[in-house]
């Protein structure tokens, strides 16, 4: 498929390529993972079941509490983490955690970013350029 | 982001290191949410519980208590959430030794910052609430959406480092519901029944968070038929807050922003309506049940109870004794008039416990599960239901009569 770029309100964190996870659905650390399995676990969520870990997870909208601000640093100093978070809309906590842990997140698109990046695609991120992107590098689907 | 004189100096690390990284984490933050400045705030509250904070979290706190004593305190007032567990309680919930030398060093740490162990998420009903207008750095879901649209006063979702970061320079990136025009509401929701329990205003909140969907978005009710008790809002504001990830509601008539609809209306401001009823209510807790007919331990917790919540819940219990674990959380605060009161002594006497100072899903909730064999719980709290099932819990919703009803009988639930 051609190689699509999809720019970002805002980002931080550094530039990487992944794999993508996606769903239309919510991200909160406290209310969807188990973070010691690195699985998500809340059985409505439309990725339970499944591994995050070295992901780029592609998702709705930050939700739930404040814990994510903490979680993250935790999650991360074990390596049971995503590589990168890429959403529609993120709540201050999600910024909050980003920046304590040095993670790297994207948010806020023209078009909705779950509907935009297949599963399993592999993307670049690039949160330090001028104007923050995603850009599919190679997917299955057409 | 514009800085003043002196969030420039604490920016050059002439207030210390720990004002330094304070202020650089506020910036990013602030830098990423489109703040101009900062806003001076008079209240800081933390949300550290060591399952969130885990070992990392801990050790970073370590470091910060660390540094020398004039480098370390915060500048205003500073308390902190619920913590990870009672420690008079720890062995009976089957907490681990690790989780409890945890919390011990994570207090330690906190205590050399200068910040006061008030362990509550209801410190707007027991310890200092705010004045409309004031802006804080409020670090709860529940606090938060209470203090802004009960209170009226201006507060973000601040996390534990933000918070913390709060504390020790005093102000707070200027973005979200510090400003004005973020206030107005962006939805509108009427309601055309009442709740009555407080489960039912969880409930109610649930499907309002649902609708509202985002942190951005200001729900108005309206068709309200009775002014919400304090217990009721929060219960209603910390379910919406936990569906919805909302930090801000107004109710025609009621909340002081909005005492005629058009104050958080703008003329000819098209928003999306919706209408909820008693059917919507009964979905949602029902959605719930999911089968469930027996529970294994039931809890009253998230928000912690009031003292008017502990004297219901000793009521209910007088003169019968519960054969499932039952646990009433509530805040230390709460907990010395409920001793005092012989509350504590008459939901003890029926075979419940108090537990002070922590909150059910911030304490190790799946470990406790695991360890002591529960699946299915019973809650009046639409919040919990919302979280445990990520924890591995089967949470079903109910009133707390009919809590305490499947708690003195052996977990059956009354049909």
New interface residues.
């Given amino acids: 498929m051609s190689e699509r770029i999809l720019y970002a309100a ?1 980002g ?1 964190g550094q530039k990487l390529q992944g794999d993508a996870l996606v769903a239309k659905d ?1 991200f909160s650390a ?5 973070r010691l399995r690195g699985i998500f ?5 439309k990725l339970a079941g499944q591994s995050y870990v070295g992901k780029v997870l592609v998702l709705d ?11 993250l ?2 999650m ?3 390596g049971i983490v995503p590589a990168a978070l890429v959403l529609n ?5 999600m ?3 980003a ?2 842990a040095g993670f790297t997140m994207l948010s806020g698109f023209a078009v909705d970013i779950t509907a935009a990046i297949p599963n399993d695609a592999t993307v670049d991120i690039d949160p330090t350029a001028e104007r923050p992107f995603i850009r599919i590098v190679a997917s299955s689907s057409p | 982001m514009r800085l003043t004189e002196e969030e420039k100096a604490m920016r050059a690390g002439e207030l210390g290191p720990a004002v330094q990284w304070a202020i650089n ?1 506020q910036i ?2 602030g830098s ?2 489109g703040a101009a400045d900062f806003v001076p705030v008079v209240q800081a509250h933390i ?3 060591t ?7 801990v050790q ?1 706190l370590e470091r910060m208590a660390g540094l020398p004593a004039k480098q370390r305190q915060v500048r205003i007032p500073t308390i902190t959430d619920p913590r990870g567990t009672d420690f008079a309680a720890a062995a009976r919930l089957k907490q681990q030794r690790w989780m409890v030398d945890l919390e011990r060093r994570a207090i330690a740490a906190f205590e050399a910052l200068g910040i006061l162990m008030t362990d509550t998420c209801i410190n707007y009903q027991t310890i200092m609430p705010p004045v409309r207008g004031e802006h804080c750095a409020y ?3 529940g606090v938060v959406i209470y203090s802004n649209s009960v209170c009226g006063a201006r507060s ?7 918070a913390l970061s709060a504390g020790l320079t005093g102000r707070t990136p200027r ?2 519901y510090h400003l004005d025009e973020r206030r107005k509401a962006t939805l509108l929701v009427e309601t055309t029944y009442t709740p009555r329990e407080l489960n039912e205003w969880g409930a109610l909140g649930g499907i309002v968070g649902r609708l509202a ?4 978005q200001v729900p108005a009710i309206t068709g309200l038929a009775r002014i919400p008790t304090s217990d009721e809002m929060k219960h209603f504001g910390a379910a919406l ?2 569906y ?2 909302v930090a801000l509601f107004h109710m025609e008539g009621i909340t002081p922003e909005a005492q005629r609809l058009s104050d958080v209306m703008p003329s000819g401001a098209s928003v999306p309506k919706h209408k909820v009823g008693e059917n919507d209510l009964r979905a949602f807790i029902d959605a719930y049940s999911n089968g469930i007919d027996k529970v294994d331990v039931v809890v009253f917790s998230a928000p912690q109870l009031s003292l008017v919540e502990m004297r219901d819940v000793a009521e209910l219990l007088n003169g019968r004794t519960v054969n499932i674990p039952l646990f009433a959380v509530t805040s230390p605060q709460v907990k010395a008039d409920a001793d005092r009161m012989g509350l504590t002594a008459r939901i003890e006497k029926a075979g419940g416990s108090v537990l002070s100072g922590m909150c059910f ?2 304490s190790y909730a ?1 470990e406790m599960a695991e360890a002591n064999g529960w699946s299915a719980l019973a809650t009046n709290s639409a919040k919990i239901t ?2 445990l ?4 819990y089967r949470p079903i919703l109910m009133s707390m009569e009919r809590c305490i009803d499947a708690a003195c009988a052996s977990g059956k639930i009354a049909s």
């Fill in positions: 805002a931080m919510g406290r209310y969807d993972l188990d676990s809340r059985p409505q969520h909208a930050a939700k739930g509490g404040v814990a994510t601000a903490w979680m640093y935790e991360k100093s074990r809309a993120v709540n201050p906590i910024v909050q955690g920046a304590f | 984490h990013k933050v990423y949410l949300m550290a519980d399952e969130s904070l885990g070992e990392a979290g970073w670090g709860d879901t973000n979702f601040e996390g534990g480092p933000s973005y979200g969907g985002d942190y951005w807050a936990s919805g990830s899903y911030q799946r919302n979280i099932g990520g924890y591995g």
